[in-house]
């Protein structure tokens, strides 16, 4: 009996120095956070998300990670989109959207929804331009999915569609727009 009781001792002891240890992950994401080391900032979240969902006492803390998570996925989005790596910048916009909506926050989702659309627009807009119309349509379906609302996108898709002679599909969109 005696041995049990050191072991429950001991094994709370773990636990809650590893607690304490999460909270030092958590402040270690927040200064990198602070200094807009973005990427260092998610790991530090993830981390604590990670390893501490099932640790009752750290329930504020990974309330705030997963505050903060998606916010290092948009910032990092929003800077690979300036540096014109659009694909770095759709992966982090859409992981910022996901995370968002993993952990409730829906305006947050949706704000980096309307990047994800607009990283679609300017690829797709590459291929518009180039008349590549096929290659258009697929990527500005995707940037329509993620934000209905965006006209110039809605517009872009239609015309592509009838620019490959698919004419219900695009009246479609034009009819979608219109009711806008």
Known sequence: MKKLFVLVAALF???SLSAQDLKTVFNEGGAAYTAKNFQLAAEKFEQVITEGMDMPDMESTVASAKTYLP?????????AAQAKNLDAALENFQKSADKAELYGDTAAADKAKV???R?????G??????????????????????NPRNAEMALNLATSYCELGKYDEGMAIYDKICKM
Do not use: P
Request: hydrophobic share 45%; proline share 0%.
């Open 13 to 15: 002891a773990v636990c």
């Open 71 to 79: 916010k290092c996925y948009y910032m990092l989005g929003g800077r």
């Open 115 to 117: 990047w994800v659309a």
């Open 119 to 123: 990283v679609y627009q300017m690829k």
């Open 125 to 146: 807009g590459e291929a518009f331009n180039t008349k590549d119309y096929a290659t258009a349509v697929q990527v500005f379906e995707k940037g329509y999915a993620a």
